[in-house]
């Protein structure tokens, strides 16, 4: 079993930054991609970014590339979205999940974080 939980959210302005932090327990963390999701108010969660077990690849979708970075320390179990330049559509519960496969969209994403909320203002 792996355990995830996230932190780093909070209320920003426009424009402004935020990192979160996706920290594991349990099993083998860096043997697992890492992927972060976001659920908006009345709409379904979706894959943003995701990140292979090394780190050597990364994943994004068009709407975050170039503001959102994703990083990994397997040292310290421990996965970082970076979000610069945030935007009041990127409000949102953000959630990490982890899964055996290359982090890309489609993987089996079998273990999930309890979510932390961003909220972006205009």
């Known amino acids: 079993q792996l355990q995830l939980v996230e932190s780093g959210g909070g209320l920003v302005q426009a424009g402004g930054s935020l990192r979160l932090s996706c920290a594991a327990s349990?099993?083998?963390?860096?043997?697992?991609?890492v992927g972060w999701f976001r659920q908006a108010p009345g709409k379904e969660r979706a894959f943003i970014t995701g990140?292979?077990?090394?780190?050597?690849?990364?994943y994004y979708v068009d709407s975050v590339k170039g503001r959102f970075t994703i990083s990994r320390d397997n040292a310290k179990n421990t996965v970082y979205l970076q979000m610069n330049s945030l935007k009041p559509e990127g409000t949102a519960v953000y959630y990490c999940?982890?899964?055996?496969?290359?982090?890309?969209?489609?993987?089996?994403?079998?273990?999930w974080g309890q979510g932390t909320q961003v909220t972006v203002s205009s």
């Open positions: 990140i292979n077990w090394s780190g050597a690849m990364t």
């Open positions: 999940a982890a899964g055996g496969g290359s982090g890309s969209y489609n993987t089996p994403w079998t273990y």
């Open positions: 349990g099993r083998t963390f860096s043997s697992y991609a």
